[in-house]
């Protein structure tokens, strides 16, 4: 008899074949009080337990993993002189040996960003548990588990994958993954794209409902898992598979092809970005420019504010690589419940709604400056634009404006180039910047709807609350109708509307969001080449007026069902 579990699809595809249990080793961390000679030599345990992972993950980046970008960034977060500090003054300073001062350093920092309420950052807790137990098997001398038992091609079930799991992983073995833990954003699904594995997360406790070689079906179109399938759900599903094969391959193909539309309209596909490894990997993967720059990592990388000279560097590669394709840079948007490792912020009751982004930016105003000085700096070398996060005012930009100007005359003064007409940009993510679209238009060059935040303030549900996730919907008829709003009021005025947020990359609402006139479609890069290929499928003119009918729906139920008539 088959059984049907459902999940949260983190990486598209399908795939049959049988299960591979991957369980990690459990390691148990012995505590012991070091002193004089034997504290010296555990700093050299710990140092060359360092030392192997990084050349470990170098060995990987040289050998042309899929995942360098993340073997990069683990190598940034070794060699943070934070990191290496706190576990050092653990060994001398309070005399603990090696694995129990590098457990709880590794802790320390996974909860410490943990705490922080945005998905994509909260992911960084994985990279330090993951470096933390890559650390701790050298320290104590017990060789990593892996793959090597997989004898032939197969699906992995996990509890949770990492980076360092998978590094060990033949991806050519893999049919496809299934984990209890994760969603969207987690390190599962980054990795399952990456690899472009079908990937199904979130399924709660299925690693231990299912059994080593039980054959599954992974359907994440229908995100579901169908354990012990019968031979003409098989049949059907094969043919699906060749089919889905087949066509993946004509998308990607087309990837570096522009986005137009039947009727002849151009579209931007953006992708978004965190740091030049993403850039890297969305320059690969077909995207048009970068529509979406968090510049908060950089901030969260070190020990201290980035520097004038430091974020320039960033700024400056990435609009070099770019090679005058836009270079959307959002200004620092942080704060709250996104913390940073060197700054004390206040205790707050609504982090989500308190001294946040822009908030933080006036009051620090030294630190704003620094990042829009670079930021201009690096404008001579492309085509780099100014994006401010959180915007419920015009008084915002305004004061924004006054402090832009006076940098602008400063690296006048300095003799530093800089482009004297960069463009500058607001997102739209707050029900108040919505309401005010017609005002705000009139003060910035273009919109960005960032939807994650808007669907979050418009319906006063939290994004990154698992309990009410069946409320958080951007297909609510309110949030719909803001995007219209939105887009129309930039129009008006001769502008243009590009949205950031997760939901431009729901390939069941482009066509929808391209009748809304919406310019400009900013995405995770693993979905670049399938946005293009829907907007270069669908006819601009034709959705229209099928996009407002569809918006006079009560409910989202309802929008979703006139949708699935009219996809073609
Ligand atoms: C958004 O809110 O939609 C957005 C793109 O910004 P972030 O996810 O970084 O809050
Ligand atoms: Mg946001």
């Known amino acids: 008899m088959n059984r049907v579990r459902k999940g949260i699809c983190a990486s598209d595809g399908l795939a049959y074949g049988p299960i591979f249990k991957f369980e990690r080793r459990e390691l148990r961390i012995p505590k012991g009080i070091v002193k004089g000679e034997k504290a010296e030599s555990e700093i050299v345990v710990f140092r060359e337990s360092l030392q192997g992972t990084m050349e470990f993950l170098q060995k990987k980046i040289e050998e042309g993993s899929k995942q360098s970008d993340i073997f990069v960034a683990h190598i940034g977060m070794l060699e943070d002189p934070f990191f290496v500090e706190t576990v050092e003054q653990k060994i001398l300073g309070e005399g603990k040996n090696a694995a129990w001062s590098m457990e709880e350093t590794g802790e320390e ?100 409902e299912l059994k080593e070689g039980q054959l599954v079906l992974v359907d994440t179109d229908q995100e579901e898992v169908i354990l012990d399938p019968d031979p003409a759900q098989v049949q059907l599903f094969t043919q699906r598979m060749e089919n889905w094969k087949k066509e993946k391959k004509r998308v990607e193909q087309r990837r570096f092809e522009e986005a137009i539309t039947l009727d002849g309209k151009r579209i931007d596909v953006f992708c978004n970005i965190g740091n030049l490894e993403d850039l890297e990997v969305g320059l690969q993967l077909g995207a048009d420019g970068v529509g979406l720059f968090r510049t908060e990592f950089l901030y969260m990388r070190g020990s201290q ?22 270079l959307t840079i959002r200004t620092l948007d942080i704060g709250g419940d996104k913390e940073l490792p060197y700054f004390q912020f206040p205790e707050e009751e609504n982090p989500f709604l308190g001294w946040r982004a822009l908030r933080i930016c006036f009051d620090m105003p030294e ?12 404008s001579a070398f492309g085509k780099v634009l100014i994006l401010l996060p959180m915007v419920i005012s015009v008084q915002e930009i305004i004061r924004t404006r ?81 995007i219209k709003r939105v887009i129309d009021a930039s129009h008006r005025q001769g502008k243009w509307t590009g949205m950031c947020g997760g939901f431009a990359a729901d390939p069941k609402a ?9 310019d400009e479609f900013s995405v995770a890069s693993a979905n670049c080449a399938r946005t293009k290929d829907i907007i270069r499928s669908a006819d601009q003119k034709k959705w229209q007026p099928l996009a407002e009918e569809i918006l006079t729906g009560e409910s989202s139920k309802m929008i979703k069902e006139q949708l699935a008539l009219h996809q073609d």
């Not at 992995?156 to 991806?171: E, G, H, Y």
């Not at 979050?456 to 609510?476: E, F």
């Not at 929808?512 to 919406?518: A, E, F, S, T």
């Open 109 to 208: 920092l996974a909860l410490m960003m943990e705490a922080i309420d945005d998905p994509y950052l909260r992911e960084r807790a994985s990279d330090y548990r993951d470096l933390k137990m890559q650390l701790l098997h050298r320290i104590l001398n017990i060789p990593i588990s892996d793959f090597s038992e997989m004898k032939s091609p197969a699906i992995i079930a996990a509890r949770d994958l990492t980076p360092s799991d998978t590094a060990l992983m033949d991806p050519q073995m893999v049919l496809g993954i299934i984990t209890d833990l994760g969603g969207k954003t987690s390190h599962t699904s980054i990795i399952a794209q990456t690899l472009d594995i079908p990937a199904m997360v979130g399924m709660k406790d299925i690693f231990d």
């Open 402 to 482: 006054e402090i832009l100007e006076e940098m602008k005359d400063r690296l006048k003064e300095e003799d530093i180039p800089f482009d004297t007409s960069i463009e500058l940009g607001i997102m739209i993510e707050t029900p108040a910047s919505v309401l005010m679209a017609d005002e705000l238009i009139r003060y910035v060059d273009y919109f960005s709807i960032g939807t994650n935040d808007l669907t979050q303030y418009l319906l006063a549900v939290d994004r990154g609350n698992q309990n009410i996730a069946h409320l958080y919907d951007s297909y609510h008829p309110a949030v719909l109708r803001s």
């Open 510 to 518: 482009t066509r929808l969001l391209l009748g809304l006139g919406l």
């Open 367 to 378: 630190v704003f400056q620094t990042q829009l000085r670079a930021i201009l700096r690096a």
């Open 305 to 326: 504010f980035p520097t004038e000279e430091e974020q320039f560097e960033v700024y400056k590669k990435a609009a070099e690589m770019l090679e005058g394709k836009a």
